[in-house]
């Protein structure tokens, strides 16, 4: 690697971790830190599992598919996420600055990429193909999820733009293969 390629990555990871700090902080304040849990939460799973249910159970064996779909490509990206977190080993933004709140509860050691944010991007842009109606919901419901990885200090911004192209890449190799 050259000296000007590493001058570069050192300055995008300033930035970077900069950047975490100031919107990390944000957390301090009570109402911004329980909001940003409890959607954090939500995208857990609970979310998008109650979503899968509630098409089925209002469109029945005509939204089996787009279920399926969103089932198969979610078990896709956990597989490609979990492979990248143990390749990449990125320690997660409180590990390494001691200014990080950790208000959040961590699902393992890695930060890169954020899986809550690529199951999230994942996720809506398959439902948005079927039922692009949900979009006023699944939408801000999508970037909340983003930004509370990064309020809740738990990645760095990188890791979410990271997860959100790593979703959508999934989501559209998936529309290729049906």
């Not at 830190?33 to 959607?39: E, G, H, P, S």
């Not at 209002?58 to 490609?80: E, Q, Y």
């Not at 950790?102 to 994942?122: C, M, N, R, W």
């Amino acid at each position: 690697m050259t000296y000007r390629m590493r001058l570069y990555l050192n300055r995008m990871h300033r930035f970077d971790s900069n950047v975490c700090v100031a919107v990390n902080h944000t957390s301090q304040y009570r109402v911004i830190r329980d909001v940003f849990r409890l959607v954090s939460r939500c995208g857990d799973g609970l979310f998008w599992y109650g979503l899968m249910l509630a098409i089925i159970v209002f469109k029945g064996h005509d939204g089996m598919l787009a279920v399926l779909h969103m089932a198969v490509a979610g078990l896709v990206g956990t597989l490609l996420y979990k492979w990248l977190k143990g390749k990449t080993l990125r320690p997660r933004p409180y590990a390494v600055r001691q200014e990080i709140f950790l208000t959040g509860t961590p699902l393992d050691k890695f930060s890169f990429p954020s899986g809550h944010t690529l199951h999230a991007v994942l996720f809506s842009v398959v439902a948005l193909n079927y039922y692009p109606h949900l979009a006023v919901i699944l939408l801000p419901f999508t970037l909340m999820i983003a930004l509370s990885r990064v309020v809740l200090g738990l990645h760095y911004p990188s890791d979410v733009i990271a997860g959100a192209l790593i979703g959508a890449l999934i989501a559209g190799i998936s529309f290729l293969l049906i």
